[in-house]
T-cell receptor
Framework: DTAVSQTPKYLVTQMGNDKSIKCEQN?????MYWYKQDSKKFLKIMFS???????INETVPNRFSPKSPDKAHLNLHINSLELGDSAVYFC????????????FGSGTRLTVV | GDSVTQMEGPVTLSEEAFLTINCTYT??????LFWYVQYPGEGLQLLLK?????DKGSNKGFEATYRKETTSFHLEKGSVQVSDSAVYFC????????????FGTGTQLKVEL
């Protein structure tokens, strides 16, 4: 059973398009996250939701809009894609993250051409 | 703000060599500290963690000790294998909740026969 699953694994799209990435966790965790990993492997948090409520929103362009229909799902919609959006996007979840850590999905590699 | 500094890579070692990857942090209070590993083409896996000063995290032969006095959490392994080749990330979550995981820049390890 996959604990945190993301779809799609790969996404190639043209500039200006709108795309979505989906994430689901079956761990019963109450907090979910989106992280962006750039070409140098640097990881930076984008958003965090706790029980469907947005609790962390880093300085991310408003073309990025997260949506959490329930605490097991956190989707990421990106409007008007730009070349600089090309990266690997990781979904993660936690329950008491400070003590137990965070579980990551396998990532979505987004390439904007 | 909180930050994590890791030694620059890549680190190249021969099989059975001793590994140290340095990690220091800046944070107020007593953050929780983590090491994550990313194998090629995969997501991040929690390797080990420590939640308070002098705690030692260990897993799969890897160890790290939470040193409050030097604000460090260095990763060590006594004898590395080719299968340990991966990118290793040091990370922290702050005291007082928020559950935001802040990563270091990652250190690539390559182990050769």
């Amino acid at each position: 059973d996959t604990a945190v699953s993301q779809t799609p694994k790969y996404l190639v799209t043209q500039m200006g398009n709108d795309k979505s990435i989906k994430c689901e966790q079956n761990l019963g965790h109450d907090t979910m996250y989106w992280y962006k990993q750039d070409s140098k492997k640097f990881l930076k948090i984008m958003f965090s939701y706790n029980n469907k409520e947005l609790i962390i929103n880093e300085t991310v362009p408003n073309r990025f809009s997260p949506k959490s229909p329930d605490k097991a799902h956190l989707n990421l919609h990106i409007n008007s894609l730009e070349l600089g959006d090309s990266a690997v996007y990781f979904c993660a979840s936690s329950q008491g993250g400070r003590v137990y850590g965070y579980t990551f999905g396998s990532g979505t590699r987004l390439t904007v051409v | 703000g909180d930050s994590v500094t890791q030694m620059e890579g890549p680190v190249t070692l021969s099989e059975e060599a001793f590994l140290t990857i340095n990690c220091t942090y800046t944070a107020t209070g007593y953050p929780s500290l983590f090491w994550y590993v990313q194998y090629p083409g995969e997501g991040l896996q929690l390797l080990l963690k420590a939640t308070k000063a002098d705690d030692k995290g260990s897993n799969k032969g890897f160890e790290a000790t939470y040193r409050k006095e030097t604000t460090s959490f260095h990763l060590e392994k006594g004898s590395v294998q080719v299968s340990d080749s991966a990118v290793y990330f040091c990370a922290l979550t702050p005291t007082g909740g928020g559950n935001k995981l802040t990563f270091g820049t990652g250190t690539q390890l390559k182990v050769e026969l």
